[in-house]
T-cell receptor, first 109, second 115 residues
Framework: GQNIDQPTEMTATEGAIVQINCTYQ??????LFWYQQHAGEAPTFLSY??LDGLEEKGRFSSFLSRSKGYSYLLLKELQMKDSASYLC??????????WGAGTKLIIKP | ETGVTQTPRHLVMGMTNKKSLKCEQH?????MYWYKQSAKKPLELMFV???????ENNSVPSRFSPECPNSSHLFLHLHTLQPEDSALYLC??????????????FGAGSRLTVL
């Protein structure tokens, strides 16, 4: 079966760096997405990786290794507003999106 | 405001009621989606419409009935639901469901409680 694994919850300190991991086993691969979802709000798009390597976008970076079935989202200079759930999703060979259950990130002062 | 608007934001209904969820997108997208989000579970795709044609029905029970009258509007008609159908229902849109770098824009969701 197809599966996306990510930690259920993580805690980090304001101003620090946190890495949220995502591992996947899917039927083929056509890209990996990260979305952010604040409580009671819409998920919003953060990043898209289709080739191996690091994509940097301001304080957020996303890394992909297709051979290892692995990605991470790196958040630097954490702010209280970064408290949210982070959803990993992979598009498989049929262009279906397979979703992880999300990682709830708690930022403490 | 993401450009995808869902109403109502909250809905409480009995098992014998009939209600509808509405979604509207102002982004000029051609694909629209219904997802079910339950606590600590992955998003579950329910239905996909691409250029107004239903392209995906992910084994959803018939008590959920989608309607897509045009590329900007999507409805989810609800009838004789079960308590386990209580969840957040998310609508999303994208440029085209059949392309790889297909970024979804989500609405804030309709929180449904079935008594």
């Amino acid at each position: 079966g197809q599966n996306i694994d990510q930690p259920t919850e993580m805690t980090a300190t304001e101003g620090a760096i946190v890495q949220i991991n995502c591992t996947y086993q899917t039927s083929g691969f056509n890209g990996l997405f990260w979305y952010q979802q604040h409580a009671g709000e819409a998920p919003t798009f953060l990043s898209y990786n289709v080739l191996d390597g690091l994509e940097e976008k301001g304080r957020f970076s996303s890394f992909l290794s297709r051979s290892k079935g692995y990605s991470y989202l790196l958040l630097k200079e954490l702010q209280m507003k970064d408290s949210a759930s982070y959803l990993c999703a992979v598009r498989d060979s049929n262009y279906q999106l397979i979703w992880g259950a999300g990682t709830k990130l708690i930022i403490k002062p | 405001e993401t450009g995808v608007t869902q109403t109502p934001r909250h809905l409480v209904m009995g098992m014998t009621n009939k209600k509808s969820l509405k979604c509207e997108q102002h982004l000029g997208h051609n694909a629209m989606y219904w997802y079910k989000q339950s606590a600590k579970k992955p998003l579950e795709l329910m239905f996909v419409y691409n250029f107004k044609e239903q392209t995906e029905n992910n084994s959803v029970p018939s008590r959920f009935s989608p309607e897509c009258p045009n590329s900007s509007h999507l409805f989810l008609h609800l009838h004789t639901l079960q308590p386990e159908d209580s969840a957040l229902y998310l609508c999303a849109s994208s440029q085209d469901a059949a392309t790889g770098a297909n970024v979804l824009t989500f609405g804030a969701g309709s929180r449904l409680t079935v008594l």
